[in-house]
């Protein structure tokens, strides 16, 4: 998986930096051209403002205020515990959707995955794979592959409040 979806891809890039290349026809070794454009290019600079400005509005402002937020759902008030399950409810939701929905993708009898595969006449329990709705479907390695990249952006909201009991 990792050659598949990071090493490839990042040698495929590195290669073309260096060529004219728009994705149909021969690519043209050009050099160090593409990046003296790129420096060139204010909407680049831009971007690279943009980003910085954002990590750091994000860095800057979440700590503080999970704390803040922390701090007021650790006093003793009427309806603490509502607040923190309101707080911390699309946290929970995130997951328990993203749950539901793989479970819907990857089912081995049923699943979205599973037809699309019957269609071209492949059937993943005569291949021995999966069955008793195991995640050993074929498609379990995509979840694999993309579940780490997709988890911490879904559990941002709440998850910032654990860490300061």
């Known amino acids: 998986m990792t050659l598949i979806f990071g090493v490839y891809p990042i040698t495929w890039a590195l290669k073309y930096m260096f060529y004219d290349y728009q994705g149909f026809g021969t690519p043209i070794f050009i050099g160090l ?3 003296e454009r790129i420096l060139r290019d204010d ?6 403002v943009n ?3 954002y990590a750091g509005g994000k860095l800057i402002v979440t700590p503080p205020v999970s704390l803040i937020l922390a701090v007021i759902l650790n006093q003793a008030i009427k309806g603490r515990q509502l607040l923190r ?3 911390f409810l699309p946290t929970i939701i995130s997951a328990s959707v993203m749950s539901v ?4 993708i990857f089912n081995s009898y049923n699943g979205v995955v599973n037809q699309l595969l019957g269609f071209v006449r492949i059937n ?3 291949m021995g ?3 008793d ?22 559990r941002i909201r709440g998850s910032f409040l654990i860490f300061f009991p």
């Open 124 to 126: 993943a329990h005569q």
């Open 101 to 104: 929905v793989f479970y819907v």
């Open 133 to 154: 709705d195991s995640w050993g479907a074929p498609a379990s390695g995509v979840f694999a592959a993309v579940e780490p990249r997709v988890s911490p952006r879904v």
């Open 129 to 131: 794979v999966g069955g």
């Open 33 to 35: 051209d593409n990046f």
């Open 85 to 87: 399950a309101v707080y």
């Open 51 to 53: 980003t910085f400005v």
């Open 43 to 48: 909407q680049f600079w831009s971007s690279v």
